[in-house]
């Protein structure tokens, strides 16, 4: 079955970085496209950033934008997101997703908090 596991999440300080990585298993990751979304307190969850099955194409929400950077390794069926100049805004549960077969599969979320 399809598994995604999101690791790497926790307390920073605004400014700071985070590495978000996502664990892939139960179907044949390199073959498909991988989204990261979050989900604030009290708001709906959101797209953050896509990456396609080869990388060549990658795309960003605008508040993410040159800030955030989605990254994979086939060889790895990981998935990352590399998180620079973290803003208080940024805080949220961060999700791994993507669409197998028409279905959408999502990990468990991993939170980052940023806060002085």
């Known amino acids: 079955q399809v598994q995604l596991v999101e690791s790497g999440g926790g307390l920073v300080q605004p400014g700071g970085s985070l590495r978000l990585s996502c664990a892939a298993s139960g179907f044949t990751f390199s073959i498909y496209a991988m989204r990261w979304f979050r989900q604030a307190p009290g708001k709906e969850r959101e797209f953050v950033a896509h990456?396609?099955?080869?990388?060549?194409?990658?795309n960003y929400a605008d508040s993410v934008k040159g800030r955030f950077t989605i990254s994979r390794d086939n060889a790895k069926n990981t998935v990352w997101l590399q998180m620079n100049s973290l803003k208080p805004e940024d805080t949220a549960v961060y999700y791994c997703?993507?669409?197998?077969?028409?279905?959408?599969?999502w990990g468990q979320g991993t939170q980052v908090t940023v806060s002085s």
């Open positions: 990456i396609s099955w080869s990388s060549e194409n990658t």
């Open positions: 997703n993507s669409r197998v077969g028409g279905a959408d599969y």
